[in-house]
């Protein structure tokens, strides 16, 4: 391992990076040394490497576990400015280390960074060895608060996982430290020691002592104007937090008041330190940066209708944004293109983690001519009594750069004014081009936007390179310092991984001869068939992983699938946990047999060509060690009951206002008890009400188990799995899964009455607590979840009938008197907005399945109770082109548009006197007596007023002269309006159910 540190240190220190050492205090990562947190601040030049022994008391576990050390070694390398290819100088630092990137399937994966405590964050990757994480990849975006100008490059290596893969062991002690001796042999001792300490052995009152001496002693040398010293002291008083979270000691309150107090203390400090190197005039100069490059100014001609070739090169994109960046440049390239006058066929578009191909097919050489129009004065106004122009005539001309007499009659609507015919005479098709896929890349745009080394450009990862083509002419296309050129870039690994582009006539077939499948369709089918065929050869198949497979398709440019195996003693595991530990942390599809029951069997997909035989092997050591840490987990987690272990999410934060973890679980159990009572008064055989009292004083116990904590995904399902173990009934441990349901837009909802109780709590106190302390969605940002807890409250009340008495106001209602209760004001104001913010959530979601929006619109009046609404829509629905209905409606709306708003029901029958108005009174009087609930009735008791209500608007004045008479016609009619008004909106229908 030494030597692979000092291999490290010799490659950087060869590319101009400044060696130091590590810090002289603990450090939870290499980010925290000064030797990055403070130099990335400010325009200085940086460029840095150093060997950091990171801590965290956390992770002990005393030499035990053989993936996890408090103290752990990683190697850090900070490069500022970013020097335009920071990923191949990363990849030769492998090689460096001896790592054949040829064979191995080296791969850079999304993986965003942020420190809420250093206001910090940062966009990149986890780099992966053939699956194993062995590298945090991060453009520093913000540090101190402060947006960083220029951005720097930050690459950990974590040096403990790269040695076990290398040397092919399976334990941290079995790495060879140096000649003869182990990794365990040298550290073993102070591993298990200072594991002792941190997890037993430390004096919590001695740690709180330190903790508020170590900010008091910040606080000092801030206001001594030494940020240095300063930064120290909030490191040893984040170490010190560390310590004392390890021991159990730190309360919701304690840790949210000491975040916010180390929070403002680096803030501080990320200040004072950008000052004082100022004030020092920054002795290492200002960095310099690309600067913009100039429009082109000379374009050449072209004959012939050709294709355009456009490629947008990038960094590895986040799998997701593959796929929405293809859709956007085509939308954009089309309307651009719409805007000119450049004739064009097809524009389509392609993607990969690394480009995005457009294509347009038949693009002209030219612009037709176009001719235009000028218009100027009234020509009443143009010419005087002698026809002479007059000065407004004049003016205009001279504007134009014409003569007077050159001035046109023309006709507009008939009104005529002069004017001028000019001729636009057409742009050739490379200066049209030109422009506007200049103006393409510029306005790129994303979830999360990210700077680099570029003056201008952001975007969710850098764009490295240009390609622009028309037919083999090279269109000149400048964004920014990037200028489009005829080479593109191929894997990292092949032999010649910059290519020139001859024509843009084949491009997708050039692409795959150099082994990047560009088309998405090509690739996701390339996927489904090789691991088809590989589960098929040990007599499984890897069917129903429909979203992984797309997540794997925009994760790789030529995909190569690799089977790999498992020993059959992890079966013993619950299937969920080896589950989810493929799909969401390794990317692997499961193999399964004919029954559906797990085999020990993976397919991973690897990018481009290796070596099969030790690309499997490395995958296969990773899953190893990943489900080595599940069984330990698990193992754990038995020894401990379901009441104890839920005394741990006392410890556990939700939201500073909103308390821990466990006063959450509390206001959920309360919350569903309520809504339990709601139901029962109902039909009290549709709750079983002792299981919904147990399930919810177990509710969200399993987040303070091991396995949640480090698979988060699992809460729920491991719910239900330890409740089984620990003897109780079955219906508790479904309903305590059930309420984690559903965990997506379309997913599984809640299969038992209790569990479907629980999880409308748990959403209810989710949305009621939030909005009421202002942490509700903005834009595409939303935390907590919010917009998925709104549509999954849809969801259950849809999927279960059996609680229609549990509307969202009272749900919410319900949720909020247990937030008043911890002191927190929800206001009406506040209720309502979540009941509006939840009520759109259901209007999508009838959208989305395709409903007439007319009807969706007429229905969301129901919209609290959506069980009711879904019973309205589908009776409605069954009534498009009934005459009788529709004509129905027409009087309604009918009604409902001549009673002015504001207009009070009541009025007195014997003021009326005209036989059309005493015969709709009768009628009216007859349908409201008949009327049941729903449509259906409403329909049949209502159908009777059409007649009467159009001879009334035909036979009678409503606005009489006499205000007592006016008074009870518009009240008769008010009274029908409001009569029909709690079953529909009528008005929302329009026409549309005239056929």
Not at 29 to 36: D, H, K, M, R, V
Not at 300 to 328: D, K, N, Y
Not at 632 to 648: I, S, V
Request: with cysteine; net charge negative.
């Amino acid at each position: 391992m030494q030597d692979a540190l000092l291999a490290l240190t010799r490659y950087w220190t060869e590319r101009g990076a400044m060696v130091v050492q590590p810090f002289n205090t603990e450090v939870g990562a290499g980010t925290l040394n000064p030797a990055t947190v403070l130099r990335v601040l400010g325009p200085e030049p940086w460029r840095v490497a150093y060997v950091e022994p990171s801590v965290r008391p956390d992770d002990a576990r005393y030499g035990e576990n053989p993936n996890r050390l408090q103290t752990h070694t990683q190697f850090q390398v900070v490069l500022k400015p970013d020097p335009g290819n920071p990923q191949e100088l990363y990849l030769g630092s492998l090689e460096a280390l001896g790592i054949d990137i040829h064979a191995h399937d080296v791969r850079f994966v999304e993986d965003n960074w942020a420190s809420p405590a250093l206001g910090a964050w940062g966009l990149g990757w986890e780099v992966w060895l053939d699956g194993l994480e062995i590298t945090q990849f991060t453009y520093f975006q913000q540090a101190g608060g402060q947006t960083l100008d220029p951005v720097s490059v930050e690459i950990t290596y974590g040096v403990e996982r790269i040695m076990m893969a290398l040397q092919g062991v399976a334990h941290f002690k079995d790495i060879a430290y140096a000649p003869g001796i182990s990794y365990g042999e040298a550290f073993g001792q102070a591993e298990y020691e200072m594991s002792r300490f941190y997890l037993d052995d430390a004096d919590v009152e001695t740690q709180r002592r330190l903790f508020e001496d170590y900010a008091a002693e910040a606080r000092r040398l801030l206001d001594a104007r030494l940020p240095v010293p300063a930064h120290v002291h909030v490191l040893k008083c984040s170490h010190t937090f560390n310590v004392l979270d390890a021991r159990g000691a730190v309360s919701t309150t304690e840790r949210a008041k000491a975040f916010a107090r180390m929070r403002g203390l680096a803030r501080e400090v990320a200040g004072l330190w950008s000052q004082r190197r100022a004030e020092l005039g920054h002795p290492l100069g200002t960095a310099d940066l690309p600067a913009a490059l100039p429009a082109p100014t000379e374009f050449p001609v072209v004959e012939g209708t050709r294709t355009l070739l456009f490629e947008i090169g990038t960094e590895e994109l986040p799998p997701h944004e593959v796929t929405r960046t293809a859709a956007a440049v085509r939308t954009a390239l089309a309307a651009k293109l719409d805007g000119t006058r450049l004739g064009h066929g097809e524009v389509r578009t392609h993607a990969t983690p690394r480009r995005i191909v457009a294509i347009v097919d038949s693009v002209e050489p030219v612009e037709p001519d176009a001719e235009r129009t000028v218009r100027g004065p009234r020509a009443s106004a143009a010419f005087d009594a002698d026809g002479n122009p007059t000065k407004a005539a004049a003016g205009f001309a001279r504007g134009q750069g014409v003569d007077a007499s050159a001035l046109q009659r023309i006709d507009v609507d008939g009104v005529e004014y002069v004017g001028i015919t000019r001729t636009d005479l057409g742009r050739g098709a490379l200066e049209v081009l030109s422009g506007l896929l200049g103006e393409l890349v510029a306005e790129l745009r994303a979830d999360k936007n990210m700077r680099w080394s570029d003056p201008k450009l952001s975007f969710t990862r850098p764009v490295r390179w240009l390609v622009a083509l028309l037919g083999d002419t090279q269109v000149p296309v400048v964004a920014s310092a990037l200028a489009a050129g005829r080479e593109t870039r191929v894997h990292r690994t092949a032999a010649t991984p910059v290519l020139p582009v001859e024509s843009a006539e084949g491009y997708l077939d050039f692409l795959a001869s150099h082994g990047v499948v560009a088309d998405q369709e090509v690739r996701r089918a390339r996927i489904v068939a090789a691991a088809a065929e590989l589960a098929e050869s040990v007599g499984g198949h890897v069917e129903g992983e429909d979203a992984l497979i797309d997540e794997i398709t925009n994760l790789v440019e030529e995909p190569n699938a690799v089977l790999g195996s498992f020993e059959p003693r992890y079966l013993d595991l619950p299937a969920e946990i080896l589950t989810t530990v493929m799909r969401k942390h390794q990317r692997y599809l499961p193999v399964r047999d004919a029954q559906g029951t797990l085999l020990p069997h993976f397919v991973a997909v690897a990018n481009g060509a290796c070596d099969h035989d030790t690309v499997r092997a490395g995958n296969e050591a990773v899953l190893r060690a990943r489900y080595e840490d599940a069984s330990f987990f698990w193992r754990a987690d038995l020894q401990t009951p379901p009441e104890r272990m839920k005394e741990g999410i006392a410890k556990l934060a939700f939201e500073e206002r909103l308390g821990s973890v466990a006063q959450r679980a509390d206001r959920i159990a309360a919350v569903a008890l309520d809504l339990a009572t709601e139901v029962s008064t109902v039909d009290s055989s549709t709750v079983d009400i002792e299981v919904l009292r147990r399930a919810a004083a177990l509710a969200k116990f399993d987040l303070g188990s091991q396995m949640v904590i480090e698979l988060t995904s699992l809460a729920g399902t491991m719910a239900r799995e330890y409740a089984r173990r620990a003897g109780e009934p079955e219906a508790v441990a479904q309903a305590l899964y059930d309420m984690e349901l559903p965990r997506s837009g379309g997913g599984a909802v809640p299969a038992t009455a209790p569990g479907a109780l629980l999880a409308l709590a748990d959403r209810f106190d989710l949305l009621a607590g939030l909005f009421a302390v202002g942490a509700k969605p903005t834009g595409s940002s939303d935390p907590f979840g919010l917009r998925r807890a709104g549509a999954g409250v849809v969801a259950i009340l849809r999927a279960h009938p059996s609680l229609r008495a549990i509307t969202v106001p009272r749900g919410l209602a319900a949720a909020a008197e247990r937030v008043r209760a911890q002191g927190i004001e929800v206001s009406d104001a506040v209720l309502a907005e979540v009941a509006e913010f939840v009520l759109r959530r259901y209007e999508q979601q009838l959208l989305d399945a395709g409903h007439p929006h007319e009807q969706v619109s007429a229905v969301l009046v129901l919209g609290a109770a959506p069980v009711v609404a879904d019973e309205t829509l589908a009776e409605l629905s069954t009534r498009v082109g009934d005459p009788d209905f529709a004509a129905l409606v027409a009087a309604l709306q009918r009604v409902r548009r001549i009673v002015p708003a504001g207009t009070e029901p009541g009025y007195d029958p014997a003021v009326l006197t005209e036989p059309a108005e005493v015969s709709l009174h009768q009628v009216f009087d007859k349908a409201r007596a008949a009327a049941g609930t729903g449509l259906a009735e409403f329909t049949s008791a209502a159908a009777v007023l059409t007649g009467p209500v159009n001879v009334f608007f035909d036979d009678i004045l409503v606005m009489a002269p006499d205000p007592a008479l006016r008074a009870a016609r518009l009240g008769l009619l008010a009274a029908i309006r409001d009569w029909a008004a709690p079953v529909l909106d009528w008005q929302a229908l329009g026409s549309s159910l005239d056929g």
